[in-house]
């Protein structure tokens, strides 16, 4: 697939943003969201036919993304990016225009265990992308109210706390999602990247 994204993030390597493939990359992805870890991301006892379909499903929407983000070719990221508008977040707060919802889920850490500073330039990267090439205004996330560890990454990323808010019950033909209590938080492009 072709990169949509890279950038150099010095002193980790080249990140590179890509569309996911729901058949190619359901391996990986299966076994991300099935980490005790990656509990918050709702998938935890699927199948990796299961995930396949949910991500096959996302890649025939106009609305909503899914990407493979990538450090020197391994993966490194889920990164996905949607329109508030046309989600569940939408009915939660005021979408201003240039307003985009992103999920993350990063890789678990490598043989060689965390590696200080590399969450930081790979949320940088994503953010870049995101607000800069995409051309959008303002980041909007949606964390679960009790997953603190991303509520503070988000933070120290410059994301600025909203209000706690009820995302209702979505429950469609292709589609399920539980009611969920979320952290709405906010990023700037004029916070993220001043003088843009």
Not at 22 to 31: C, L, N, R
Not at 159 to 174: A, I, S, Y
Request: proline content about 8%; glycine content about 8%; charged content about 25%.
């Amino acid at each position: 697939m072709t990169d949509l994204f890279e950038q150099h993030t010095d002193p980790f390597g080249t990140v590179r943003i890509r569309p996911l493939d729901p058949a190619s990359d359901a391996d990986v992805i299966h076994t991300w969201v099935s980490e005790e870890r990656a509990a918050f991301w709702g998938m935890t006892g699927l199948t990796r036919d299961q995930v396949a379909e949910i991500y096959a499903h996302m890649a025939g929407l106009d609305t909503h993304h899914a990407h493979l983000v990538t450090l020197d070719g391994t993966p490194a990221a889920l990164f996905q990016t949607y329109e508030p508008a046309a989600d569940r977040v939408g009915e939660c707060y005021d979408v201003l225009p240039g307003d985009l919802g992103v999920h993350v889920l990063l890789a678990p850490a490598g043989p060689a265990g965390p590696r200080p500073g590399w969450s930081s330039a790979l949320l940088t990267a994503m953010a870049t992308y995101a607000l800069r090439i995409l051309d959008r205004r303002r980041l909007v996330v949606d964390p679960d109210v009790r997953n603190t560890r991303a509520i503070a990454r988000f933070e120290r990323q410059g994301f600025v706390r909203g209000p706690e808010v009820v995302l209702p019950e979505v429950d469609l033909p292709d589609v399920y999602l539980p009611e969920k209590h979320a952290q709405l938080a906010f990023l700037d492009r004029s916070v993220a990247f001043p003088g843009d």
